[in-house]
């Protein structure tokens, strides 16, 4: 697996691909990787002839210096688990590579309505900056198309209008959430729960089935996330937000609107969780 530091080498070994015939797929991620990711990888590997991977804790996404300054960094085991799957190149570039001028002279790319809303709301700035970082990606590596985790539902659909918007010829590939058994969607910040609270943690997927199964037995919205807000707070979560959204642009739903989307995000200790469910009514 060549390993890369800067765009320069990355875009050689592109062009050097790109002549020989080679169709690429490409997964970003923030490292401290899971088997989450991994599943990204193998999906990458059926779907082109090379895969590039990259590992970036990107600074432009954190509204907290402290949050950022603490994001797991394990780029050793990283590589190691991406050398074992097939990558073909890993890309690591450093702050200074990905915004030389520093991120308040930096040009940004922001998808309008949809940014600021649920995660938005709570995270100022933070899909700007996965934006902003997602395009400058793109734009090195020139994906035929790239892979995202579901779990991040509101990140992914950021990412498809964004990729429709500025005529980006990508194919953008939503991966479904990997689960421990208990039901808990994997996530490098479990790392950041104390051993009572990986076993309270399950409690936010149970929670949003429940809700969904209400609904399906006729309970109105607006009741059964009352009930489900209840039950988080009650069992040691702090809810940020649980909702029920159109499931394709994340507005809010209307009568006519038959696929749906919880979305969740709850503090559990010093970790802020987020999950989701797709469902029909
Ligand atoms: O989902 C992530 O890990 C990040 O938001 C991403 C897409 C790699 C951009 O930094």
Redesign the pocket.
């Known amino acids: 697996m060549l390993v890369v530091d800067n765009s320069q080498a990355l875009r050689a070994q592109i062009k050097q691909w790109r002549k020989a015939g080679e169709t690429i797929a490409f997964v970003?991620?923030?490292g401290n990787l899971h088997s989450g990711h991994l599943t990204l990888m193998q999906r990458a590997k059926s779907s082109a002839t090379k895969v590039v991977a990259s590992i970036?804790v990107?600074p432009m996404?954190f509204d907290n210096q402290n949050d950022l300054t603490n994001y797991p960094r394990t780029l050793q085991q990283d590589s190691e688990a991406l050398l074992d799957i097939g990558v073909d190149m890993l890309f690591t570039p450093t702050p200074q590579i990905m915004y030389p001028k520093g991120l308040d002279a930096q040009t940004y790319v922001e998808v309008p309505g949809i940014s600021n809303i649920l995660c938005g709301g709570s995270r100022g700035g933070h899909f700007r900056g996965?934006a902003t970082?997602?395009a400058k990606f793109f734009n090195l590596v020139t994906p035929d198309i790239a892979f995202?985790?579901s779990k991040?539902y509101q990140?992914l659909q950021i990412i498809k209008l964004m990729v429709e918007d500025l005529s980006m010829d990508i194919e953008i590939v939503g991966v479904a959430t990997v689960r421990e058994e208990n039901g808990l969607a994997k996530s490098s910040r479990n790392g950041y729960l104390t051993a009572q609270e990986l076993n309270i943690a399950p409690l936010l997927y149970k929670t949003m089935q429940q809700v969904v199964d209400s609904i399906g037995r006729g309970e109105s919205i607006a009741s059964a996330l009352e009930w489900g807000v209840n039950a988080l707070n009650d069992g040691a979560f702090t809810v940020d937000y649980l909702q029920i959204k159109n499931a394709k642009d994340l507005s809010d739903v209307t009568d006519s609107d038959d696929e749906l989307v919880i979305v969740a995000a709850a503090f559990l200790g010093s970790a802020r969780l987020i999950d989701n469910m797709v469902f029909s009514r």
Do not use: A, E, L, Y
């Open positions: 970003p991620t923030m970036f990107n996404q996965v970082i997602v995202f985790g991040d990140q």
